[in-house]
């Protein structure tokens, strides 16, 4: 990828990436031109997969994914040492590497962003819809999205889960609903 960066008269700077073809693959404008991404979106959702993909690979192994309101918390194998595990952040600002991953969250079983793929922007819609209505909570209280293989309500099949948890304010009411892929409940966890 080409990234072309762009400094305004005031010193703000926002970028384009472009493929070789000259195909725009992602556009980050001056900060004051943005709007904050809300990670809880289930388009933001889906894109960040892609961005995933393009950052790490299509074969990289990640082994939790946390979508929270202002970042992503990224485990994955470390593109520098391939048999570590690497903590990296996704913000409106892109991707950097920050702290040290869980020593439970590496022991998770991997998976590829393709073992995602029943994971789009509608599925998570409905999960998110689903979550709210099972736990009786009002919109706008999702505190975090974790995807992984070894949450406390494994899949029996193995498969990659999705949790969602709900607070109405930080260490208020609040409850979670773990799911498999495709929408069903493995565990609720009620307010």
Known sequence: LW??????????????????AGAIK????????????DWYDPAAMADAFARMAREFGPTAKF????????????????????????QMLLTDAGFMRFGTPSMFAVRNPPFTIADLAPLDAKR???LQAT?????????NT???ITISRGNMD?????????EIRAE???????????????????????P
């Open 63 to 86: 082994v939790d994914l946390t979508f929270m309101n202002d970042k992503v918390v990224i485990t994955v194998q470390d593109p520098r040492k391939p048999d570590d595990y690497a």
């Open 131 to 139: 979550t709210l209505e099972k736990l009786r909570m009002q919109p």
């Open 3 to 20: 990234k072309i960066e762009i400094t305004d008269q005031n010193r703000e700077r926002g970028f384009v990436l472009a493929d070789t």
């Open 168 to 190: 109405e304010r930080a260490f208020g009411r609040g409850g979670r609903v773990n799911y498999e892929m495709d929408g069903t409940v493995l565990k609720a966890y009620l």
């Open 142 to 144: 999702i505190s975090s």
């Open 154 to 162: 494994p899949s029996p099949k193995g498969n990659v889960t999705v």
């Open 26 to 37: 992602q556009t980050m404008l001056p900060e004051s031109r943005r709007k904050p991404t």
């Open 124 to 126: 998570f819609a409905d």
